[in-house]
Every structure is written in C-alpha cells, then in structure tokens.
C-alpha cells in the first residue's frame, strides 16, 4: 500500500514557474513507476509525465514536453514536477499516481494502483 500526497499547487500567472512535489508513505517507493495526471473542469483526466522506478526514462505528454520536468528522489520518497512556462491551458487539479509495475511505463490512469487527492494550479492569462 502507498499513500500519496500532492503540494506545490497555487496561482500564477503565464509564464511562470511552479514545482509540485508528492511525498510517498511506503518502505517499497523506489520500486513504483510514478506519473502526474492532471484534470481541467469540464475535461477527462489527461496523462502528463511518468519517470520509471530509476528515474533514468521518462515520458512527457506532447502538450507539456520542453516545458515540464519530472523527477524524483527515492531516498526522500519523493517525485516532483517542474513545470515551466505555464500557460492558461495549464490549470487543472494535479495528481501523482503510483505502478506498481516497474517494466511499464504507463500513460493511462487505468495502469495506475494509487493516487493523491490532487493539487490546483491554476494559470491566470
């Protein structure tokens, strides 16, 4: 079991920067592939990143690619998102999701087994 916990969310405006973090409960993290999903009003909940157990591959969704950074540190239990350049079209509620699979890279939440309760970032123009 792994429990899951956004920050970092806020107000900001186009072109700003903000970095979430999600904490991980959990002796087992470093052996979860980890992802950020996001959810805009009115939308379905869309991939946006995934870095595997390792953190050496990671996957980007073409809308945030060059402007969003996944990482994470598994001796902090730890993965965050540096997102970059962020645009009205940014704002949505964040989530980190948990696989316990480590040889998939997922990019559907269906593939995921655990999730935070999400985070609001919201991109004023």
């Known amino acids: 079991q792994v429990q899951l916990v956004e920050s970092g969310g806020g107000l900001v405006q186009a072109g700003d920067s903000l970095r979430l973090s999600c904490a991980a409960s959990?002796?087992?993290?470093?052996?979860?592939?980890m992802g950020w999903f996001r959810q805009a009003p009115g939308k379905e909940r869309e991939f946006v990143a995934v870095i595997s157990t390792s953190g050496v591959a990671t996957y980007y969704a073409d809308s945030v690619k060059g402007r969003f950074t996944i990482s994470r540190d598994n001796a902090k239990n730890r993965v965050y998102l540096q997102m970059n350049s962020l645009k009205p079209e940014d704002t949505a509620v964040y989530y980190c999701?948990?696989?316990?699979?480590?040889?998939?890279?997922?990019?559907?939440?269906?593939?995921?087994?655990?999730w935070g309760q999400g985070t609001q970032v919201t991109v004023s123009s």
């Open positions: 999701a948990a696989d316990h699979r480590p040889l998939r890279i997922g990019t559907h939440d269906e593939e995921y087994d655990y």
């Open positions: 959990g002796r087992t993290f470093s052996s979860y592939v």
